[in-house]
């Protein structure tokens, strides 16, 4: 597709995705074949795609520009950035590239083919896992969870659907479209939960957010009423998602639409 502009993309591999080194120079929709949609997230269209060149699978997100808020177009690029910090890390979606036309924005993505955490906890009757199984993935989500806040992203959208399943079974933490990401001045010796060298609390000044944003039933409480929140939500999250594996549902509802109350 001519008039393609490539966003600054950095490259990195792992052992089961590895980018392609012209993917920083040139990448447009017509090297992709476009199989089948996979679905929608927070801000985009998600499709199955396969490389013309090497027929590898792949995850393309789409943004359409016309009729896009100009707030998804710029968290667009804050989760391109947010993608780019985690580049290697195998507990977190890896990014290859991202590109745009005059029609979208894209993001060529890891294609995880294991589906989500959703889908394993659906095929369980009454949605209940072993506890084994549920401690494992509990431990994994801690560790992707971890990695993410080493490099100053919290990803504040963590649920089952947004967990998606290597080809080996682990966990990858994906959807990072409502990440925030901060500004780091030494990223190599970045403490998430002890910035100031005084350990307090989980979220802790400068590393605060206030937008409100998210699924209802796995945000944390400072979130709902609307207070200054951190790096902790993102473990709510992860507390949620454990006892729901060990329930079959999740241990908070809502109450005249804002507070929360145990059911």
């Known amino acids: 597709m001519s008039g ?16 392609r080194s012209y993917f920083k120079n040139e990448t447009s929709l017509s090297d992709f074949i476009v199989r089948a949609r996979l679905g929608a997230g927070a801000n985009g269209v998600v499709y199955r795609v396969e490389d013309k060149i090497t027929n590898k699978t792949m995850a393309l997100k789409v943004i359409k520009r016309q009729g896009a808020a100009l707030c998804d177009l710029q968290q667009f690029r804050v989760e391109l950035d947010a993608l780019k910090r985690v580049i290697g890390d195998a507990h977190c979606m890896q990014v290859e590239a991202g590109f745009q ?10 294609f995880y083919p294991g589906g989500d955490l959703h889908d394993v906890i659906r095929i369980y009757p009454r949605r209940i896992l072993p ?3 549920a401690r494992f993935y509990a431990a994994e989500l801690l560790v992707g969870v971890y990695h993410l806040h080493c490099q100053g992203v919290i990803h504040r959208d963590l649920k089952p659907s947004n967990i998606l399943i290597d080809s080996h079974g682990h966990l990858v933490i994906a959807d990072l479209g409502l990440a ?9 010796s970045f403490s998430p939960y002890n910035p100031t060298g005084t350990f307090t609390s989980l979220s802790q000044a400068p590393y605060l957010a206030s937008s409100l944003c998210g699924t209802a039933e796995y945000m944390a409480p400072e979130l709902i009423l609307g207070a200054k929140y951190g790096f ?6 992860v507390g949620v998602m454990l006892y729901e594996m060990l ?3 999740v241990s908070l509802g809502f109450f005249d639409g804002s507070l929360l109350t145990l059911v």
Not at 101 to 110: H, I, K, S, T, V
Not at 232 to 237: K, P
């Open 4 to 19: 393609t502009t490539v966003l600054n993309t950095s490259t990195g591999s792992t052992s089961r995705v590895v980018p």
């Open 101 to 110: 036309d005059a029609q979208c924005l894209y993001l060529a993505l890891a």
């Open 131 to 133: 506890v084994e199984q």
């Open 180 to 188: 925030k990401v901060f500004t780091l001045d030494d990223p190599k």
């Open 232 to 237: 902790a939500i993102d473990f709510w999250a």
């Open 247 to 249: 329930a079959g549902r």
